[in-house]
């Protein structure tokens, strides 16, 4: 079993930034690939990147590609998304998700076994 809890959202400016946190419980976090997604209000849930379980691999989405980064540290339990040069459509609550079979990267909501509660990220101009 393992417990997510995503913290770091809120308001930004265009062009701003900010770093998303999600710390796990459990002692076989490491063993797990992670995600993080994201949903606008009336709009699908959709994925915006993933790293595989050591960290080695990593696959973003095209609308997000060269602005956010996420990153995995094992020690603390806990993976990042830096979201840099934000824009107003990254309007979004932001999810992360833990998948069992952590050597792949997976893009797929049904593909991950946990889920955060999820943080609000809004940007205006």
Request: aromatic letters at 12%; charged letters at 20%.
């Amino acid at each position: 079993q393992v417990q997510l809890v995503e913290s770091g959202g809120g308001a930004v400016q265009t062009g701003g930034s900010l770093r998303l946190s999600c710390a796990a419980s459990g002692r076989t976090f490491r063993s797990y690939g992670m995600g993080w997604f994201r949903q606008a209000p009336g709009k699908e849930r959709e994925f915006v990147a993933t790293i595989s379980w050591r960290a080695y691999s990593t696959l973003y989405a095209d609308s997000v590609k060269g602005r956010f980064t996420i990153s995995k540290d094992n020690a603390k339990n806990t993976v990042y998304l830096q979201m840099n040069s934000l824009k107003s459509d990254d309007t979004a609550v932001y999810y992360c998700a833990a998948d069992g079979a952590g050597w792949n990267l997976q893009s797929a909501p049904r593909a991950y076994d946990y889920w955060g509660q999820g943080t609000q990220v809004t940007v205006s101009s």
